[in-house]
């Protein structure tokens, strides 16, 4: 698999008919009916043609958006989990270049996000996290994304101080045999092609399913005609085997592999390989009987083997700070397990069950092209986690309920490293690490409750919640830093033995109107995070270029709106508004990596054939920063402006379960950079002053996807 390092071509010609296509009088407004009110696909076809292009998402209930990731998404269709998530207001990412962006949910990062897919972690292997949780995601082959924000559910696992999100593949029962297939193709500017293919055979016994991808981009150009490193390949296979001896049961083992490679212009090294491999077990049972309603039971073993160089997709740099080939393979294996059992009556469900993984990281490096490969691994760090959860929501009468949730977890991290780096970055003298083999345990409580309300008189859904949860520092917080609090202790061994642990309690409160021709919502929270893991990235000074965690006490606060009219027949108008706010609560210094306001005004006629529309996102400048402050990826890099972008696409129907959809993308061709950003790298010709690396310029693409 190899990409190609020659510069982006724009696509003019395909640009060119897009946009004769898309000035007709389609071209009015945008498609802005989500996936929003469908919890879940058709079972008789993996993709959802009601929504044909989708450019933003609303809660399906308080606090959680339900959405199908198969629907082609504007601005153009994702790469990686990370950057489908962006459709629903409050996520963004930090930014790395054209793939492999780091999620982030109102301002919150890491493993403060519990990311999951199929109910199994994957947390990345690599130090500074180029290969997070959501670059391991290809979207369109999951057929559910389920998001529930803040600490307001403890099914799912520990932490999860921001929210949960999970990618879903649904799993059928047949009636008979039955064959069914999807696909799509995807071509656009700067070389962009993407394929896919799920295909299922069932029958009463069971079925077989299989699922790939294919997806490929040369780098970019911004909207001022400069080249950004963004290219890259990546490809995917997923499996599953299901056994359906009668309606109620089901045992399914599934198996997937994948691999890909991507450079970065705003790092000093590129992902060369981004090989995963996934086993999973998972038994369901339903109807048992009076009140035990649903079993279930779960196991898998997930593999990232992820290698980055500074050679295989860009020549060293002799005047840079690696002016020789050097690599890094790094190796996590995370396996575990969940059980769980469902209880229903006519007042009350209840979930309660037990969880736990255990998670083991290694490396190796070298000097030279592919001399590490040679070279033996070390284990540096192991995790392991066993927990007990319980959520139950009682029904008060026919318009109230109480939801209320608790869990406890055992968590503990053994420092496996012999000798640490005393200097910054992949080089330094090695120096023994006076914590090695120490082991460092942590007994963990979350917990929730919840009131909703449905008014009696009009469509109207009102709820509040508070919720509390406890975070074990993750491998990136305990490892990564080269320093801990004032800089004493070099190597990142206090970070290891001082950390605290990272205590949220938030007060979440929102509303939901669904009326004939107006839907509307709005979600507010407020919490404080005490012990909250900060970075510090001195510019000057004895620690300058080093990176220093430790913990603050914060404030947190926002909200996220949205509302959409349908003023006619075929019409919809829509838009979302998103803001974050913190700040340390000490000295009131802002949380840096905080996303700004944001909002996304949409307009969409679809008269059950044709759709066209149009997107426009505005992004305000963000001026509460905290310069040289951040997290293992990013640092606020000083205030940024705002800025306006419009996206148009159209979408055609056929009658034989085909979908053609096009878009443009930042249609004036604007020159512009997301907040959260990395800064360019100088192997791609950034100066050493930081500079955010800018987002793409117009972007044309055209998709077929086809499914019978």
Known sequence: MTILRTPAIRLS???????????????VAATADTAANAAVLPTTNPFDLDAIVVTGAAPVSALTFDTSPKLPRQPVPASDGADYLKTIPGFSAVRNGGTNGDPVLRGMFGSRLNLLTNDGAMPGACPSRMDNAMSYVAPETYDRLVVVKGPQTVLWGPGASAGTVRFERDREYFESSTFKAAGSLLGGSFGRNDQVVDATYGDRIGYARVSANRSESDDYRDGNGDTVGSAWNKWNADAAIGWTPDPDTLLELGVGIGDGESRYATRGMDGSQFKRDNTSLRFEKSNIGEHLAELEATLFHNRADHVMDNYSLRDPNPDGAMPMPMASNVERRTSGGRLAATWRADAYELVAGLDGQDSRHRRRNGMGRDTYKAQPWTVDARFANRGAFAEGTWFQGERNRWIAGTRFDRAEATDERATVAAGHGHGGAAMPNPTAGQIREETLSAGFVRFE???????????AGLGHTERMPDYWELFSANAFGGGIGMGGTNAFAGLDTEKTTQLDIGLHYRGRKVDAWVS?????????????????????????????????RGAELGVEVRPAEHWKLG???AYARGEDADNGRPLPQMTPLESRLTAAWDNGQWTAGALLRVVDGQHRVAPGYGNVVGQDLGTSPG?????LNAGYRFDNGMQLTAGVDNVFDRAYSEHLNLAGNADFGYPAEPVRINEPGRTAWIKLNVSY
């Open 13 to 27: 010609s395909l640009s060119a008919a897009l946009l004769l296509v898309l000035a007709a009088p389609l071209a």
């Open 453 to 463: 309300r449905d008014a009696a008189s009009q469509p109207l859904t009102w709820y």
């Open 524 to 556: 507010t929270y407020a919490g404080r995070v005490d012990d909250f893991i900060q970075f510090h990235y001195p510019a000057d000074g004895m620690m300058a270029g080093s990176s220093i965690v430790s913990n603050i006490d914060a404030r947190i």
């Open 575 to 577: 838009g979302t508004l």
């Open 643 to 647: 800025f306006a972008t419009l996206a």
